[in-house]
């Protein structure tokens, strides 16, 4: 079956600093996507990584918080960038197409910022 | 904006018994509604979907239940087990065609089954 590595799956960070988490899909995928779920909560669709294109973002975000990049059809980062403890959560990387049932999520990035 | 609405968001329930959580949606146009189970430390896993060309779609002890006309979708699960305890979310299909487009979840479901 189709399998996602989403990495790192846990960091303690300081605060202001910044946090690169990796998608690695294991075929190539038509969409790929970035959730948040803050503690207890739903999930937040952050913003759609386009393929050799600026990310789409969703009210609410922004390119200089959560820059996000697409290089090609099986990888994407997700930035956490200047962070504060309000951005203590769980990132979550979808995937959509050809070889997956539905939208296929990976297991998530538990962030912690201090 | 586009939204979906979940209920209840808790649900304790004895084992053997059933559970069903709803969901409503504001977008007419969403035609794609999953349903996924999220246990604790990982992430949500797809359990069941259906289409807006379909009004029911059953799956062993699962089964889902869509009214486009109220724009409400319904998750049941008969014969509850403890293993079904879990976090559930329904989401519904934003923009794109078929179902290519953004999910946008609700709130979410805390299913406890007692044993």
């Known amino acids: 079956s189709a399998v996602i590595s989403q990495k790192p799956s846990r960091d303690i960070c300081q605060r202001g600093t910044s946090l690169t988490i990796q998608c690695q899909v294991d075929?190539?995928?038509?969409?790929m996507f970035w959730y948040r779920q803050q503690p207890g909560q739903s999930l937040t669709l952050i913003a759609t990584a386009n393929q050799g294109s600026e990310a789409t973002y969703e009210s609410g975000f922004v390119i200089d918080k959560f820059p996000i990049s697409r290089p090609n059809l099986t990888f994407s980062t997700l930035t956490v960038s200047n962070m504060s403890p309000e951005d203590s959560s769980i990132y979550l990387c979808?995937?959509?197409?050809?070889?997956?049932?539905?939208?296929?999520f990976g297991s998530g990035t538990r962030l912690t910022v201090v | 904006g586009e939204n979906v609405e979940q209920h209840p968001s808790t649900l304790s329930v004895q084992e053997g018994d059933s559970a069903v959580i709803k969901c409503t949606y504001s977008d007419s146009a969403s035609n794609y509604f999953p349903w996924y189970k999220q246990e604790l430390g990982k992430g949500p896993q797809l359990i069941i979907d259906i289409r807006s060309n379909v009004g029911e779609k059953k799956d062993q002890r699962i089964a889902v239940t869509l009214n486009k006309t109220a724009k409400h979708f319904s998750l049941h699960i008969t014969e509850t087990q403890p293993e079904d305890s879990a976090v559930y979310f329904c989401?519904?299909?934003?923009?794109?065609?078929?179902?290519?487009?953004?999910?946008?979840f609700g709130q979410g479901t805390t299913l406890q089954v007692k044993p």
């Open positions: 989401a519904a299909s934003i923009g794109g065609s078929g179902n290519t487009g953004k999910l946008i």
């Open positions: 979808s995937v959509w197409g050809a070889g997956y049932y539905g939208y296929t």
């Open positions: 075929s190539q995928v038509t969409m």
